[in-house]
């Protein structure tokens, strides 16, 4: 099987624009989740979405918004970009989300300048 | 508010070298653990997941533990080589929630030196 897919790989923007990333699951995975990775924070839980339904959400404004398709792939948008968004996004997809093994895609690099 | 510390930070050991690389959390009421490596500027790899009521799994030269009661995990990596040097991280599940939502410790950066 194909492993998590995610685009784009690298993105710049600047501070006020928007963003939207994607990732594809691996096929006949429910369960997606979005990680934030920062140099200062390390790995942040950003939401999970289950069969179009987001099921979790971390602690992140409400710039940060998803959501999931009935092919299961997702996508996370940011809205108004601030220079902190700056990081490694990384999504990850497992079968049910019921604590089984995850899957991480290779992530989006995105600089805000 | 679970909380994951990982020890130490940074560790830098000669080929073939056995090593352990420890994982402490602060909410023992978890449902599993999972080991990561990530290389640099890459995704995260699962190494091994260790359900709550598990005491160890082992792939390869990788063994891992869980003592769920003291808050501690440790990854034993054997006859460690070059190929082996990333970073590690550990991240734990909750016990009380549904999905998958991860917390993540701040992770190992290990270098293997030929």
């Known amino acids: 099987k194909a492993g998590v897919t995610q685009t784009p790989r690298y993105l710049i923007k600047t501070r006020g624009q928007q963003v939207t990333l994607s990732c594809s699951p691996i096929s006949g995975h429910r369960s997606v989740s979005w990680y934030q990775q920062t140099p200062g924070q390390g790995l942040q839980f950003l939401f999970e979405?289950?069969?179009?339904?987001?099921?979790n959400k971390g602690n992140f404004p409400g710039r940060f918004s998803g959501r999931q398709f009935s092919n299961s792939r997702s996508e996370m948008n940011v809205s108004t970009l601030e220079l902190g968004d700056s990081a490694l996004y990384l999504c990850a997809s497992s079968e049910q989300g019921g604590g089984e093994t995850q899957y991480f895609g290779p992530g989006t690099r995105l600089l805000v300048l | 508010k679970q909380e994951v510390t990982q020890i130490p930070a940074a560790l830098s050991v000669p080929e073939g070298e056995n090593l352990v690389l420890n994982c402490s959390f602060t909410d023992s009421a978890i449902y599993n653990l999972q080991w990561f490596r990530q290389d640099p500027g890459k995704g995260l790899t699962s190494l091994l997941l260790i359900q709550s009521s598990q005491r160890e799994q082992t792939s390869g030269r990788l063994n891992a533990s869980l003592d769920k009661s003291s808050g501690r995990s440790t990854l034993y990596i054997a006859a460690s080589q070059p190929g082996d040097s990333a970073t590690y991280l550990c991240a734990v599940l909750p016990g009380e929630t549904s999905g998958s939502r991860l917390t993540f410790g701040e992770g190992t950066q290990l270098t293997v030196n030929p």
């Open positions: 979405y289950f069969s179009e339904t987001q099921r």
